[in-house]
């Protein structure tokens, strides 16, 4: 078994809401996939694509639809939506990583920084002047919380987070292990002399239930803050430039990189790899494919998508010769389309 901790059937329903068939005292020690789960296990079930590893599956358990409920004869909980219900039970069956509340002897903490109740801190931590840490917070080993800082109750940095002077971090939040909050923006002047610096005066503003993944950066506004709303997801090693603002719920995928000054809207999913522009704005509901270049500001929700799908090398290249020829035939279209209303009016 993967984890301590274990559940009924009947437990795990009532926990997300759903009915059950078969034995509700039966034990479930784990999550695992179909193909991979053992007796003690709980499995979701999808869809047909799926039939074949449902048919062989040794799953105690089954999560799946209603209107599925036929395709397997064991242990079952039925839901509407079997994968929400697993990313659901995935909380159960965590490793928890918080033991219990201390303060390593090795941490450097300033004198007038504020703790909470039950706060958790590892080797190593360094807290500056003015920082508060909230109830319920766990601080992994070798992480950074710079002068006049905030992290809001029950949030969680993995080992070597960074969080730079100004930051307010809101509730429920999880920074994963080299995240780094509060870098400067990428500003200079140009001179005869070489780049002058700006100096970024402004912080960055996070909210509750953010998660920011690991090796991401969230630069400092340089006169008004960053800002990541509510619920904003965010996966490994993406950049995210100053003043740059998310709306709520929004994901974006790994190595995504976001120019400053752009405004995103409420509950867009930005696939990984998309460049965007800086000072655009993108509306709310927007969902952008993988590798897109965004220039322009977007007005509709919908999906947009850019770039060139693969093809053989040889084609490709044949392609991209005759991409450095649009012009001149769209030039030599327009000069057709006039001889022909020419001829036409005659």
Known sequence: MSNSNCYSIKQLAEFIGASFEGDGDYLIYALASLPSAKENDLAFYTGSAYKKKLKGTSA??????ENQKEEFEGNKLLCSDPYLSYAKLTYLFRKKIKGPASIHPSAVIANDVFLGENVTIG???VVEQ????GNGCSIGANSFIGEDSHIGSNSTLYTGVNIYNNVHIGESCTLHSGSVVGADGFGFAPSRDGWCKIYQLGGVRIGNQVEIGAGTSIDRGALDNTIINN???IDNQVQIAHNVEIGEHTAIAAATAIAGSTVIGKRCTIAGCVGIVGHITITDDVHITGMATITKSISQPG????GVPMSETKAWRKNAARFNQLDDLARQLLLIKKEIKKKIKK
């Open 303 to 306: 999906s947009y998508s850019s």
């Open 60 to 65: 105690g358990c089954i999560l799946l639809q």
């Open 130 to 133: 003015g920082a508060s840490i």
């Open 231 to 233: 619920g904003v997801k």
């Open 123 to 125: 080797p190593h931590v």
